[in-house]
């Protein structure tokens, strides 16, 4: 069971907007402005889209946003395009042992 | 450019142990901190630890511990992870990924390796 909770599956149509929840507790999510999101393709490795809850690296498009509000983590996705259908990881340090800990993954579908 | 090229594909029987290598380049190896992270097939990304390139000082998952080791050599800006007592459940696809930020663990992972098939079978 993974540590962070993330819906298993969302859907939307192009050029609409969805978010896609991550959800923890006051030991990770919560406690540390240390969350990044992923976008993973089938057969491909992961790519970086959000890192420190809400800063966007160099190279990825401002469609992607992120936030956090207690121990829930969003990504927002605007104007959704055919190329963002994918699986989404959220990521979270923690302050248990295991200080590093990823969700279970999201399905987002482009109807 | 960045890159991290990992090791080729392994098939190992139940009990051996793997040793995936991830070579980077494009950027100052000793400055940003490693992780590995494994997929097993159809599943989610599993957080396996990570290594301080210029220390040397590592991090493990609790459920890897006693069973996972993390070395570096930095002559040739090479991190190494070897996994031992493999079992079926250890198949999956094992990822190198470099930290985003430098000299900090906890932020996100920006670039990553190809990925390295690890298959435990008798």
């Known amino acids: 069971q993974s540590a962070l909770t993330q819906p298993a599956s969302v859907s939307g149509s192009p050029g609409q907007s969805i978010t896609i929840s991550c959800t923890g507790t006051?030991?990770?999510?919560?406690?540390?402005?240390?969350v990044s999101w992923y976008q993973q393709h089938p057969g491909k490795a992961p790519k970086l889209m959000i890192y420190?809850?809400?800063d966007r690296p160099s190279g990825v498009s401002n469609r992607f946003s992120g936030s956090k509000s207690g121990s829930t983590a969003s990504l927002t996705i605007s104007g959704l395009q055919a190329e963002d259908e994918a699986d989404y990881y959220c990521?979270?340090?923690?302050?248990?042992?295991?200080?590093?800990?990823f969700g279970g993954g999201t399905k987002l579908t482009v109807l | 450019q960045v890159q991290l090229v990992q090791s080729g594909a392994e098939v190992k029987k139940p009990g051996a142990s793997v040793k995936v290598s991830c070579k980077a380049s494009?950027?100052?190896?000793?400055?940003?901190?490693m992780h590995w992270v494994r997929q097993a097939p159809g599943q989610g990304l599993e957080w396996m630890g990570w290594?301080?390139?210029?220390?040397?000082?590592?991090k493990y998952a609790q459920k890897f511990r006693g069973r996972v080791t993390m070395t570096r050599d930095t002559s040739i800006s090479t991190v190494y992870m070897e996994l031992s007592r493999l079992t079926s459940e250890d198949t999956a696809v094992y990822y190198c990924?470099?930290?985003?930020?430098?000299?900090?663990?906890?932020?996100?992972?920006?670039?990553w390796g190809q990925g390295t098939l690890v298959t435990v079978s008798s």
């Open positions: 420190d809850v809400s």
């Open positions: 990924a470099k930290s985003v930020l430098p000299d900090l663990a906890a932020a996100g992972l920006d670039y």
């Open positions: 290594i301080n390139p210029n220390s040397g000082d590592t």
């Open positions: 990521s979270s340090y923690t302050t248990s042992t295991t200080p590093w800990v």
């Open positions: 494009g950027y100052t190896f000793t400055g940003y901190y």
């Open positions: 006051n030991s990770d999510v919560g406690a540390y402005n240390y």
